[in-house]
């Protein structure tokens, strides 16, 4: 039995909410006991005036890259983060959990808790469409996703 930290999606994937800068990526890595990361931010290089706020959804193709890289044994221990771990990171997550056949109940609880229960309706159709077929199986994938 997986006995997982609250921050922990499974013993090798771990999610975090802050932003890791360049200068410090090595060191925060080594004191966090990864080895590899996935951002789920959005690639905005813009500053963002009051009229808009930045979008909390994540794209198909993110998704299905961000848990390709989850479930390759090779980037393991990885981090999974983005700037509130909630909605992205959930959603990356509970894609996730699609991949390892967990009932749709299970998962949106564990997205609910994820993002407070402040639920974005449009990431739980997404997630709920999202096609599992999408993603590769690594050779060396992980043990969670044996069937």
Not at 3 to 26: A, G, L, S, V
Not at 32 to 41: A, D, H, I, K, M
Request: hydrophobic share 35%.
């Amino acid at each position: 039995t997986n006995h997982c930290k609250p921050n922990q999606i499974h013993t090798d994937i771990r999610k975090h909410t802050f932003y890791i800068t360049f200068d410090f990526r090595e060191i925060f890595l080594s004191d966090l006991g990864v080895q590899s990361v996935v951002l789920t931010e959005p690639e905005e290089s813009t500053p963002l005036s009051a009229k808009h706020k930045k979008s909390d959804h994540i794209t198909e193709e993110t998704v299905i890259q961000a848990v390709s890289l989850l479930i390759d044994q090779s980037n393991h221990p990885i981090l999974l983060i983005c700037e509130t771990g909630k909605y992205r990171t959930g959603t990356v997550v509970a894609c996730l959990r699609k991949l390892q056949r967990w009932s749709l109940s299970s998962i949106f609880e564990e997205y609910r808790r994820f993002t407070k229960d402040k639920v974005k309706v449009q990431n739980e159709q997404f997630i709920e469409l999202f096609d599992t077929d999408l993603v590769n199986i690594p050779l060396n994938k992980p043990h969670f996703l044996d069937s």
